[in-house]
């Protein structure tokens, strides 16, 4: 199961990078998550490894070029745009309290993983 876990994830990422048009704000308001929020969750999946990655170094993998790349092509987030990506991690909140989840301790303190919103729309 790992290994088809480890290809769906390749996939995805192949996916996202392709999809550069789709902003992480409106993966956020869509989905309750983006790019940042896989790279820091594979971030943390390596503390326990030999091999740990720094959230830069998870950020680059995620994205498959430097982050900052990624980041100067940025536009600035409409407030409507930053209006749904709030509503859509309050309902994570609000499916993770109707479901007893809590998230790992290490997320507890930096979620929601995404930069401020005015770094993750398209150009």
Request: hydrophobic letters at 35%; glycine letters at 4%.
């Given at each position: 199961?790992?290994?088809?876990?480890?290809?769906?994830?390749?996939?995805?990422?192949?996916?996202?990078?392709?999809?550069?048009?789709?902003?992480?704000?409106?993966?956020?308001?869509?989905?309750?998550?983006?790019?940042?929020?896989?790279?820091?969750?594979?971030?943390?999946?390596?503390?326990?490894?030999?091999?740990?990655?720094?959230?830069?170094?998870?950020?680059?993998?995620v994205?498959?070029?430097?982050?900052?790349?990624?980041?100067?092509?940025?536009?600035?987030?409409?407030?409507?745009?930053?209006?749904?990506?709030?509503?859509?991690?309050?309902?994570?909140?609000?499916q993770?309290?109707?479901?007893g989840?809590?998230?790992?301790?290490?997320?507890?303190?930096?979620?929601?993983?995404?930069?401020?919103?005015?770094?993750?729309?398209?150009?």
């Amino acid at each position: 199961m790992e290994q088809l876990e480890a290809a769906a994830f390749r996939r995805l990422l192949e996916h996202l990078r392709m999809r550069q048009d789709v902003a992480n704000v409106d993966l956020m308001g869509q989905a309750g998550f983006c790019r940042n929020c896989l790279a820091d969750w594979l971030a943390e999946a390596s503390v326990e490894t030999p091999w740990p990655l720094t959230r830069e170094e998870a950020r680059n993998h995620v994205y498959g070029e430097p982050y900052v790349d990624f980041k100067a092509r940025q536009l600035e987030a409409t407030p409507d745009q930053i209006a749904r990506m709030e509503e859509s991690l309050a309902e994570n909140a609000r499916q993770r309290r109707a479901r007893g989840l809590k998230l790992d301790r290490q997320l507890e303190d930096t979620f929601p993983a995404s930069d401020p919103p005015s770094i993750t729309g398209p150009r």
